[in-house]
């Protein structure tokens, strides 16, 4: 997969609490480890499978429950407007 995508700048993060949480269009969410790190990567840089290899890299998790889980938040972020597809080949 070599899609790439970028956060909506209208979108932030704050640490609130002890928690991470994004902010934006009258919408918020708390973003867990894994959910926090897949977010700084959605930055038109890094493709999926990039992002899949450093989540893998940081976290002792099977390869395939963390494709699953950036496919997952990815999907979740495009459905609220919080990230766009910039390229998709």
């Known amino acids: 997969m070599c899609n790439l995508y970028e956060q909506n700048i209208a979108f932030r993060t704050r640490r609130l609490a002890g ?6 269009e009258n919408k918020c969410y708390e973003l867990n480890e894994v959910a926090f790190e897949i977010w700084k990567y959605l930055d038109n840089e890094h493709t999926i499978d990039e992002i899949i290899e450093f989540i893998s890299g940081e976290f002792s998790e099977d390869v395939n429950i963390i494709k699953q889980d950036v496919i997952t938040f990815t999907n979740s972020m495009l459905d609220s407007n919080a990230i766009r597809k910039v390229k998709d080949e």
Not at 19 to 24: A, P, S, T
């Open 19 to 24: 928690k991470d949480i994004l902010i934006g």
